[in-house]
């Protein structure tokens, strides 16, 4: 089967729209309806039904998704593994968001050449969207993330749980409602949890989408934010940054993804030095 037709599938069962699909793969809206023509041509099977507000799966189209994703996956696999130099027996692929590569994936990278030192490791960063659809799409092996979504053939495993302390360069402030409060938005959870515990809070004067963004902000220009305690432990031992005492403290689990049918000795091992070293970080 033509690999590109099983990653047509997939995005159009992602985003449940033939122009999406397009766009996330970047081809032709046309090109996606012949992809998908060819393909139920293929299996003799309807996969999508189609109206106004976009598609849906099909019975047949539901049970072929866990094939479609293992077909890519599987290919993806070969095509990295030919390509090896003699003195490896196999590679790796992981992909995590860049605040837990500082404290987390950073200490699993050795781990896990000294483990096992015959194993190439692929490494990048991503956000959680694109790294579920590399995942899908055989990219990755392992995703490291904050917000992973529910996929077929998926196993989503919660690796640590970050606390979010309120920080600030000023000893006095009493909570966010200082002048130099600096909103981070650190997902759809914390929005609703800091909503919740701040609701009469004016708009904050700065946000910023980025974690080590908002610190940096912050040490330089003065105030206070949110952060996980890892990435403020250090600055508060140095005395250039203080906890506010009395103030909620939001907590952000962080899970790794990855896929329900690899069960080789390496790919256990990976995950094991993940838990391992989630098991340092999650300890105050």
């Not at 970047?26 to 012949?34: D, G, Y």
């Not at 920080?167 to 981070?184: C, H, L, M, Q, R």
């Not at 759809?188 to 809070?201: E, H, K």
């Not at 432990?233 to 939001?250: C, D, E, K, Q």
Request: with cysteine; charged share 20%; hydrophobic share 45%.
């Amino acid at each position: 089967m033509d690999i590109d037709l099983a990653r047509t599938f997939l995005a159009v069962a992602e985003t449940g729209n033939f122009n999406k699909a397009a766009d996330q793969i970047n081809v032709s809206q046309s090109t996606i309806s012949m992809r998908v023509k060819a393909l139920e041509d293929s299996l003799g099977q309807s996969l999508f039904v189609r109206n106004k507000n976009g598609t849906v799966l099909t019975g047949a189209g539901a049970n072929f998704q866990k094939y479609a994703v293992a077909l890519i996956r599987t290919w993806e696999q070969a095509r990295q593994e030919t390509a090896l130099p003699q003195n490896f027996r196999g590679i790796l692929s992981i992909g995590g968001q860049f605040t837990l590569w500082e404290r987390l994936l950073l200490k699993w990278i050795p781990w896990m050449r000294a483990a096992v030192p015959d194993l190439a490791i692929k490494a990048e960063v991503g956000l959680s969207d694109g790294l579920m659809r590399h995942l899908l799409d055989g990219m990755i092996d392992i995703g490291v993330m904050y917000n992973p979504l529910s996929r077929p053939g998926l196993v989503i495993e919660e690796l640590l749980t970050e606390k979010l302390v309120l920080a600030s360069t000023n000893e006095k402030t009493k909570g966010p409602d200082d002048k130099n409060f600096i909103y981070v938005n650190w997902g759809p959870d914390f929005r609703v949890n800091f909503s919740s515990a701040f609701p009469n809070l004016e708009t904050p004067a700065l946000s910023v989408g980025h974690g080590q963004l908002g610190l940096q902000c912050v040490l330089e220009n003065k105030g206070s934010g949110y952060f996980p305690m890892r990435l403020v432990r250090s600055h508060i031992s140095a005395g250039t940054l203080f906890l506010v005492r009395n103030t909620p403290i939001f907590l952000r689990p962080a899970f790794i993804v990855y896929p329900k049918d690899r069960s080789d000795e390496r790919f256990k091992t990976a995950l094991q030095g993940l838990r391992f070293v989630a098991s340092i970080e999650n300890e105050e």
